[in-house]
Structure formats: structure tokens, C-alpha cells
């Protein structure tokens, strides 16, 4: 826990580090604030006991008296108005800070980190978890902050008036802390409860909008419907038993401790060794009680929340503690896109070997195929080609480059994806195709053409405006596979991997893409995966995988001549299903 608290703290100086400056000038000014809050009942004390008590009717001193008390409360509260403004600027502001950092950091973690990571988890900690921070940067700033220096300023002017009344009063402190901590934990249930519903609200909207054509093809959105009521009506329930907590047990027994309190310093007061007191420092307690309770209640409400909050802000700081990728900047690029694998070993666990010894040599401008059983290896190959893992033996060079020397950007640059799932961003077709690199118009258009898609892209309403909805909602799977196309091309690659681009498509759809691959043959170098062999069918080299090791490897014809081979089988299996 200790260390929890230690990087909850890190986290909110770092990330408050810019604001610094804001933090000193509003903590000062709220001393300044709590100061003249401190002096108006002392002037009321000085009004009562120079003045109304010895009858000395002094007109001007008792207005300018009374005008001081008004002008310095409202002066106070004007003070901690603003500050506590400027204080909720810098929790602003820091959040989004964190917020970006914490998302940035996200988009640069290597692929093995997303095997592990649960992607619920992980949205929550870039949104929910940094909202708790934000809640921690209100709490620790205006009730931790804010209300220490209002409790502090109350007790140093009841110290300084009367030191042995101000201990009555110190005895306060106890027992608001024991009520507080009884309501906390009779209303605790309530509030669990409230919160569990909540989650439970989300999860049922979430479920019901992912699985909608599931929702209304079997006609369940009424019992879905009822459903989310009885879920929201106990959230409902829950929160107003939280609610009465609050009013029936925490106010009235607060209430009780202030007339307790003020009976306590009147009994003290009346007291003989007292008995030299003003009335007027009677008056200056009592104004004094109030705003010494209130902040006390305050502080240790938010102590439970608190604990939630520096529980996220520590899972935040885990998270931005994952090593990210290390960043390469060399200016080494691929020129022609030969494809040179030695002697490759990996696995995902140690001692669980997934490619065992592959070595292969693809020349620059080749088309080969991969084809093998589902688990053979194949998108494990992909992905350290794609250097999303790292080999634990052996090398992948290109153009004679050892791969993880080659620029990022280069890298990226020069060799393009189609992925199995063509992922469309909720965005414009030209968007889809750019995807924020910039290209223009024609470079778009060009890739698009190549790609066959330029043809019913030019189809929609509004061409490559039109914008296509969720995942690409607007177009059909064919067709978002040609977008995927057109992306990777767009970029000019020297080498342009294809992993299963036509699995979903029909025979028609996987023509277009077909022409659209023999054409970019002999100018781009072409690794494609296919559980569909007609589409390597004509490719220069096919490379069957088994295991993890290549068990053949051949031209179509070569591979269907191995009497009881993989290929051969695979091929008149799938002829079968055809
Ligand atoms: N991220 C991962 N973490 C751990 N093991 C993995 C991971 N990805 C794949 N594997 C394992 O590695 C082996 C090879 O999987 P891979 O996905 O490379 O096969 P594949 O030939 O592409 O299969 P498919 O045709 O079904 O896509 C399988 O045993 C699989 O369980």
C-alpha cells in the first residue's frame, strides 16, 4: 500500500510538474484566504466585548468593526472562489496530460505486451483509472489542501484567543472520526452495491449494442429492455439507501457532536477557572466550531475514496512503466526487397518452440505463398517479419540488412500489411486509405485503382468522402479487404505481406483481388498466407509449413506431384468443400 501511495504521488507530481507554479500562488493565496476568514471573528469578539458589553456605543469604531467582519468574509470567499479555480485548471490539465501520455505510451508498447493485455482493462486504464486521478488531484487539492488550511487557520486563532478551550475543542477530532468511519461502514454496502450495479449497467448496454443483429434476429430486445430496467431500478434503490445513510445517520449525528461541542465550551466556559473570559471569545469559539467541523468531515469522508483513487493511480503508473519499443532512427532502408531468413527459432514461452530452425530465401520481386495446418507457424512468421517479435535464434535480413537494424519509419514505409481483419476506422474512405500519412489525392486514387476499389469507392454518394461507417459498416467484407489493399498499397512497400486477405471473400471478389495482385508481381515483393489456395495458386514458390518447419516447398505443380503430400491433400480437400 505504502508503495501504491509513493506512485500515486509520483504520478501526481509529474504529472502536475508543468503547473507547479500555479500550485505555490493558489496554496498561498488560500492561506491568505483561511487568514481573513480567521479575522472576522475576531472582530465580532472585539465588537462584543470592547463594545455592546461595556456599553461604549463608539458609532464609527463599531461600524468600521462590523464592516470588516463583512468585507473580510467576502473578500475570503472571493479569494478561495478563484484559487480554488485555478486549482481546478491545473487537475484539468494535468489529467489530459496523463491521459495523452498514458495513451501514447499504449500505442508505442511492443506486440507481446498486447498477448497479455485484456482489452477492457486497457481502455479502462486510459479512461476510467485517469478519471480517478483526476478525482484524486480534487480531493488531495481542494478537501485535503483547502480544508487543512481553513482547519489549521481556525485552530491557530482559537490557540492564540484560549488555548485550554481550543483543547475542548480539539477533542472534537475524535470523535467526528469515529462517526464518520461508523457511517462509512453502515452505508459501505449501499455504496458497493451502487457501484457493482453501475458496472453492471455499462456491461448490459456493451453486450447488447456488440451483439445487436444477435439482439434483433431473435427478437429479444424486449427482454433485453427489461432486463436493463430491473438492473436500473436496483442501481436505483441502491444509491437512494446510500443517500438515507447520509441523512438519517451521518448529518443528525454530526449535528449532535456540534451541540455537544458548543455545550462543552459553554459548560468549560461557565467553568471558575474560565471565568475570566470574555463573552465575545464565546462568540469567536463558536463561529469557530462551525468552520472547524465541516472541513473535518470533509477530510475524512474522502479518506475511503481516496484509497480507490491511488489504487487506479498506481495501475496507471504500472502501465507507463511497460517498456516500450525501443525506438530505431537508423537511416539503413530496404531497396528492392529481398527476403533473407536464416535458421530461425522462436516460441512465445521459453522452451516452447513455435518455428523450429527456418530458413528461406525470397528474392526481390518474388510472390510466394505460406500455406500449412491452422498452429503451424504461419502468422508466427508473419509477425516476426513484421518485427512485432524477436527471434530468440537466427536472423531475418532484407536486401542483405539484418532486419532489426532498418530506420522504423523506413521500415514501415517500405513494407505494407493486408491484415485478416481489415480493421476500417469509423472515417472517409480517402481516411481509410490515408490513415494520417498525408498522401495526396492522386497517390490515394492510384492506390486505390491498383487495389480495384477505386471503382465502388467512386459509387458511393459522396466518393472518397462518403464516410463508412463503424468497422466499415457500409461496405461489404470483399470490399473492406480491397480498402485494407489500397492502405497497403498506398504506401508504395517494397514488400507487401498478405495474411489470409481473401478468406472472407467470395470467388468473384477474390478475382478482382487476384488481377489486382498480378499486376503489382515482379515490382513488389509478395508474401501471402492463404487457407484459400487458389489464391497462391500461381505463385512463384509455395512454402507449406508443418509444425513449425517447412515440409515442402515448390511451385502448384511441383507441390501436387508429391504423392501424399500436405499441399496435395490440403488442395483436393479443398477442391471438395468447392
Ligand atoms: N500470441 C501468442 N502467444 C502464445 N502462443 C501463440 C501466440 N500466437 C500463436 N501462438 C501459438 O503458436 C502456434 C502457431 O500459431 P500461428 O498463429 O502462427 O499458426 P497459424 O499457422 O497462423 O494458424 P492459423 O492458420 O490458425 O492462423 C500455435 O500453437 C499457437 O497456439
Known amino acids: 500500500m505504502r508503495s501504491e501511495t509513493r506512485q500515486a504521488v509520483d504520478l501526481l507530481r509529474t504529472s502536475a510538474a508543468p503547473d507547479r507554479k500555479h500550485l505555490y500562488i493558489g496554496t498561498a493565496w488560500l492561506i491568505l484566504a483561511a487568514g481573513l476568514e480567521v479575522i472576522g471573528p475576531l472582530l465580532g469578539k472585539s465588537l462584543i466585548d470592547n463594545h455592546l458589553l461595556p456599553h461604549q456605543l463608539d458609532w464609527p469604531r463599531m461600524i468600521a468593526l462590523l464592516a470588516g467582519i463583512l468585507v473580510t468574509g467576502w473578500v475570503a470567499s472571493l479569494v478561495r472562489y478563484v484559487q480554488l479555480v485555478r486549482l481546478s485548471g491545473l487537475a484539468m490539465r494535468s489529467v489530459r496530460r496523463l491521459r495523452e501520455s498514458v495513451y501514447g505510451h499504449v500505442l508505442r508498447l511492443p506486440m507481446a505486451f498486447f498477448d497479455k493485455a485484456i482489452t477492457g482493462q ?27 488550511i481553513v482547519l489549521t487557520g481556525a485552530m491557530l486563532a482559537m490557540a492564540w484567543l484560549d488555548w485550554r478551550l481550543m483543547l475542548v475543542v480539539l477533542m472534537l477530532f475524535p470523535a467526528v472520526i469515529v462517526i464518520v468511519w461508523f457511517y462509512q461502514r453502515m452505508s459501505a454496502p449501499a455504496v458497493t452495491r451502487a457501484r457493482e450495479l453501475r458496472s453492471e449497467i455499462n456491461a448490459q448496454v456493451a453486450e447488447s449494442i456488440g451483439g445487436m443483429t444477435v439482439l434483433q434476429a431473435s427478437n429479444a430486445a424486449l427482454r433485453f429492455g427489461e432486463r436493463f430496467r430491473a438492473t436500473n431500478q436496483l442501481q436505483y434503490h441502491a444509491r437512494v439507501a446510500e443517500l438515507r445513510a447520509n441523512a438519517w445517520l451521518l448529518r443528525p449525528a454530526l449535528d449532535l457532536l456540534n451541540v455537544l461541542l458548543l455545550v462543552g465550551v459553554i459548560y468549560s466556559f461557565g467553568q471558575r477557572e474560565f471565568s475570566g473570559l470574555e463573552v465575545g471569545i464565546l462568540y469567536a469559539f463558536v463561529s469557530y466550531i462551525a468552520r472547524v467541523v465541516d472541513p473535518l468531515i470533509q477530510i475524512t469522508l474522502q479518506f475511503s475514496q481516496l484509497q480507490q483513487s491511488v489504487v487506479a493511480a498506481a495501475r496507471v503508473n ?42 528461406l530465401e525470397i528474392p526481390a520481386g518474388a510472390f510466394y505463398g505460406i500455406v500449412g495446418h491452422t498452429g503451424s507457424g504461419k502468422s508466427t512468421l508473419l509477425s516476426l517479419l513484421l518485427r512485432f517479435y524477436t527471434a530468440q535464434h537466427g536472423s531475418i535480413a532484407i536486401d542483405g540488412i539484418p532486419l532489426s537494424t532498418i530506420g522504423d519509419t523506413a521500415f514501415r514505409d517500405d513494407v505494407g500489411l493486408v491484415p485478416q481483419d481489415p480493421f476500417l476506422l469509423a472515417a472517409s474512405a480517402r481516411d481509410n486509405i490515408d490513415m494520417g500519412r498525408g498522401y495526396s489525392q492522386a497517390q490515394i486514387e492510384t492506390a486505390a485503382r491498383a487495389a480495384k476499389a477505386h471503382g465502388f469507392i467512386m459509387a458511393l454518394e459522396e466518393g472518397y468522402d462518403t464516410s463508412l461507417g463503424e468497422g466499415g459498416a457500409r461496405l461489404s467484407t470483399g470490399q473492406k479487404q480491397l480498402i485494407a489493399i489500397a492502405r497497403a498499397l498506398a504506401g508504395q512497400p517494397r514488400i507487401l505481406f498478405l495474411d489470409e486477405a481473401t478468406s472472407h471473400i467470395d470467388s468473384e471478389t477474390e478475382q478482382v483481388v487476384q488481377t489486382a495482385l498480378d499486376e503489382l508481381r515482379g515490382s513488389v515483393t509478395l508474401i501471402a498466407i492463404a487457407h484459400r489456395l487458389s489464391t497462391i495458386r500461381d505463385a512463384d514458390r509455395i512454402i507449406v509449413l508443418n509444425h513449425g518447419r517447412i515440409a515442402e516447398q515448390g511451385t502448384h505443380d511441383e507441390l501436387m506431384d508429391i504423392e501424399d503430400g500436405i499441399y496435395q491433400k490440403l488442395y483436393l480437400l479443398q477442391q471438395l468443400v468447392d
Do not use: C, W
Not at 135 to 147: C, G, K, P, R, T
Open 122 to 148: 486497457l481502455v479502462s486504464r486510459v479512461t476510467n483509472d485517469t478519471e480517478a486521478v483526476k478525482n484524486l488531484y480534487i480531493q488531495v487539492l481542494f478537501v485535503m489542501l483547502d480544508s487543512s
Open 318 to 359: 504500472i502501465l507507463l512503466n511497460e517498456h516500450q519499443a525501443v525506438a530505431n532512427t537508423s537511416a539503413a532502408r530496404i531497396s528492392a526487397g529481398a527476403v533473407s531468413i536464416r535458421d530461425l527459432r522462436f516460441g512465445y514461452a521459453p522452451g516452447e518452440d513455435v518455428l523450429h530452425d527456418l530458413s
